[in-house]
């Protein structure tokens, strides 16, 4: 394993440890609005790091490590770390565009930069065949990205659980965005694939724009 890896699973283990067992801990470096408004804009940034508990923080850690090889054996430990964290800011940016208004808004964990990191693999092997617990058959990578973006649309709009969905879609943006301009020749080598996967993106914009959302 790539220790670049280690080294990132590794301080979301600690902080997010760290923060189980400190509520202060939790509630200074959480994504807050109203904090964020007030001036703590690192909060955007180390909110990725921290996470609700253990099987929140195993499941972002699981997708990491499943998802992180493919980034890291095209790109190297520079590029990955672009994605990484620009995916992570992307989330929160998203997240704060969507949600400035409502100054008690509150999320955590390192959905948004892990969001952006599948996006990212999806972008450079869209045929590759994800298997899902609940599915017995493999799906075609580009379909997981794009039925995963509209489904984090409907959970948007919904509002019915506690996911954060807004980052999820943010991290993926971040990813899709980096990968391209890391690799710009896709937009002639892979025409049909970059823009299938920028569907979701437009369909987000334009409903908030027409205030669907």
Not at 167 to 195: C, Q, R, S, W
């Given at each position: 394993?790539?220790?670049?890896?280690?080294?990132?699973?590794?301080?979301?283990?600690?902080?997010?440890?760290?923060?189980?067992?400190?509520?202060?801990?939790?509630?200074?470096?959480?994504?807050?609005?109203?904090?964020?408004?007030?001036?703590?804009?690192?909060?955007?940034?180390?909110?990725?790091?921290?996470?609700?508990?253990?099987?929140?923080?195993?499941?972002?850690?699981?997708?990491?490590?499943?998802?992180?090889?493919?980034?890291?054996?095209?790109?190297?430990?520079l590029w990955?770390?672009?994605?990484?964290?620009?995916?992570?800011?992307?989330?929160?940016?998203?997240?704060?565009?969507?949600?400035?208004?409502?100054?008690?808004?509150?999320?955590?964990?390192?959905?948004?930069?892990?969001?952006?990191?599948?996006?990212?693999?999806?972008?450079?092997?869209?045929?590759?065949?994800?298997?899902?617990?609940f599915i017995?058959?493999?799906?075609?990578?580009?379909?997981?990205?794009?039925?995963?973006?509209?489904?984090?649309?409907?959970?948007?709009?919904?509002?019915?659980?506690?996911?954060?969905?807004?980052?999820?879609?943010?991290?993926?943006?971040?990813?899709?965005?980096?990968?391209?301009?890391?690799?710009p020749h896709?937009?002639?080598?892979?025409?049909?694939?970059?823009?299938?996967?920028?569907?979701?993106?437009?369909?987000?914009?334009?409903?908030?724009?027409?205030?669907?959302?």
């Amino acid at each position: 394993m790539d220790i670049l890896l280690i080294a990132i699973i590794a301080i979301n283990v600690i902080v997010s440890f760290k923060g189980f067992g400190d509520q202060l801990f939790f509630r200074k470096y959480e994504f807050h609005i109203g904090s964020i408004k007030a001036g703590e804009q690192i909060r955007m940034l180390t909110s990725g790091f921290i996470h609700v508990d253990i099987a929140h923080l195993a499941f972002n850690m699981l997708t990491l490590f499943f998802f992180a090889p493919i980034i890291l054996d095209q790109f190297n430990d520079l590029w990955f770390l672009y994605i990484y964290f620009g995916s992570l800011v992307a989330g929160s940016l998203l997240t704060y565009y969507f949600h400035k208004e409502e100054y008690s808004y509150r999320a955590v964990g390192a959905s948004g930069a892990v969001t952006g990191i599948i996006y990212s693999a999806i972008l450079l092997y869209p045929e590759m065949d994800l298997y899902l617990f609940f599915i017995p058959i493999g799906i075609p990578g580009y379909v997981f990205g794009i039925g995963y973006l509209l489904y984090s649309i409907y959970g948007m709009k919904t509002k019915r659980d506690n996911i954060g969905h807004t980052a999820h879609f943010g991290g993926a943006i971040g990813g899709y965005v980096i990968t391209l301009a890391k690799e710009p020749h896709m937009f002639i080598d892979n025409t049909k694939m970059v823009v299938l996967l920028a569907i979701p993106i437009v369909i987000l914009f334009y409903m908030h724009k027409t205030k669907k959302l």
